[in-house]
Nanobody, 117 residues
Framework: QVQPVESGGGLVQPGGSLRLSCAASGSIRSFYTMGWYRQAPGKQRELVATITSSGTTNYADSVKGRFNISKDNTRNTMYLQRHTLKHEDTDVYYC???????????WGQGTQVTVSS
């Protein structure tokens, strides 16, 4: 069973950078898709970025040009590098792993990111 675990959250100043990591228990090389989502209190979870097994990426319009999703298959880890952070980037960030397009997806426990001066 896949169990994603996020890390790297914390407090960062506006305009700063932060990298989130998502480590999976098992090989992610062939995973259909992995992605990052975020959720603010009282709001629905929303897509931030996804990456496929071939490395194709997709981003929400709100983060294009500021965030970069990548993965290291040798470390079974996915990353989200975030630059030029804004107050509105304050959320709980979740990692999602979808090993096959017909199967179950797996969520991490989330990591809090707070952008504040």
């Amino acid at each position: 069973q896949v169990q994603p675990v996020e890390s790297g959250g914390g407090l960062v100043q506006p305009g700063g950078s932060l990298r989130l990591s998502c480590a999976a228990s098992g090989s992610i090389r062939s995973f259909y898709t992995m992605g990052w989502y975020r959720q603010a209190p009282g709001k629905q979870r929303e897509l931030v970025a996804t990456i496929t097994s071939s490395g194709t990426t997709n981003y929400a319009d709100s983060v294009k040009g500021r965030f970069n999703i990548s993965k290291d298959n040798t470390r079974n880890t996915m990353y989200l590098q975030r630059h030029t952070l804004k107050h509105e980037d304050t959320d709980v960030y979740y990692c999602n792993a979808l090993p096959t397009h017909w199967g179950a997806s797996y969520w991490g426990q989330g990591t809090q990111v707070t952008v504040s001066s």
